[in-house]
């Protein structure tokens, strides 16, 4: 059996010679190009229509705002969205309209969803993620969305780099408007309310509640403008689909109009005053309506 240990055994490294060490193939170096192919893309609309609209239809019963504001929206664009549970992908993939979602790629924290070949291989198949580093805005991260928009795909990008820790917002990090400038693609600003109490973080297993997504017209960067005000731009925008969402069209842009629009980040205070601000959770018993604290 000779034969059989030396065919199976890698070469050893002669003396002298420095051993190569092989470039990681996980993480954000995880090579997604095979993902956007026309078959993979065939099997992942036979996903969202076979599991992701039943399933999120089922727990969610989602209510779609502004989809009309798409309907002439060719392409590529980038989805810029609030992030508080991994509902929210399965959501938008099950309401963005066909025409875009079908080429669509979505930025996934790498250290997550990219640990291993296996896990990377799931990710990009079912979701058309491509691995992004969510504590820097690294060079192969910014490469990896810029490839993925070259190829005509639009991208979904979540700008506060990772799930709500407690139900507010976090502020939005330049990315995404750093990636819509320098492809030259708009940026739809996306609202997403609900999907945090379907699959609250730190869970395994989805609750039926009600969600709703709200699309905004696309925006550009203007000229002069650079990513980290073009990112404050897309943030108060997605504060305003907040507030269409809750009292309609008409009073948000009444309240935009005043400059009375909340930010969805809350108030600068301890745990239990925002938890307090917050309001109850959906589904318990009504109660009077909370106001916050004067300071």
């Known amino acids: 059996m000779g034969w059989l240990r030396f065919i199976t055994t890698p070469p050893s490294t002669p003396k002298g010679v420095e051993k190569p060490v092989p470039e990681p193939t996980v993480g954000v170096q995880y090579d997604t190009k095979w993902a956007r192919s026309r078959p993979a893309k065939v099997a992942r609309e036979i996903g969202v229509w076979g ?125 995404a408007a750093f990636v819509a400038k320098k492809t030259g693609v708009p940026v739809v600003p996306t609202y997403i309310d609900g999907t945090g109490s379907i699959l609250p973080k730190g869970t395994n297993w989805p609750s039926r509640s009600r969600c709703a997504v709200v699309f905004g017209a696309p925006m550009r960067s203007g000229d002069d403008e650079d990513a980290r005000t073009f990112a404050k731009r897309i943030e108060t925008r997605v504060s305003e689909l907040a ?18 629009i909340s930010e969805l980040t809350g108030p600068e205070a301890g745990a239990w005053r925002r938890r307090w601000a917050l309001g109850p959770k959906p589904g318990s018993k009504p109660t009077q309506k909370r106001s916050w604290p004067p300071s």
């Not at 990377?120 to 079912?126: C, H, Q, V």
């Not at 809750?246 to 009375?260: D, L």
């Open 51 to 175: 599991f992701m609209k039943p399933a999120i239809q089922i727990y969610g019963s989602p209510r779609v705002i502004g989809s009309d504001r798409l309907h002439d929206v060719e392409g590529p664009v980038v989805f810029a969205a609030n992030h508080h549970s991994h509902a929210d992908t399965s959501l938008l993939l099950a309401t963005i309209p066909s025409h875009l979602r079908r080429n669509l790629a979505v930025a996934a924290g790498a250290d997550y969803f990219f640990p291993n070949r296996v896990a990377g291989a799931l990710s990009a198949l079912f979701i058309g993620a491509i691995p992004i580093e969510r504590q820097k805005l690294s060079k192969l991260s910014i490469e990896n969305a810029i490839e993925a928009i070259d190829g005509c795909n639009s991208l979904l990008i979540y700008p506060e780099g990772g799930r709500s820790p407690d139900g507010w917002s976090r502020e939005h990090r330049p990315g």
């Open 243 to 260: 507030e269409e969402f809750s009292s309609g069209w008409w009073e948000s842009r009444k309240k935009a109009h005043a400059g009375e």
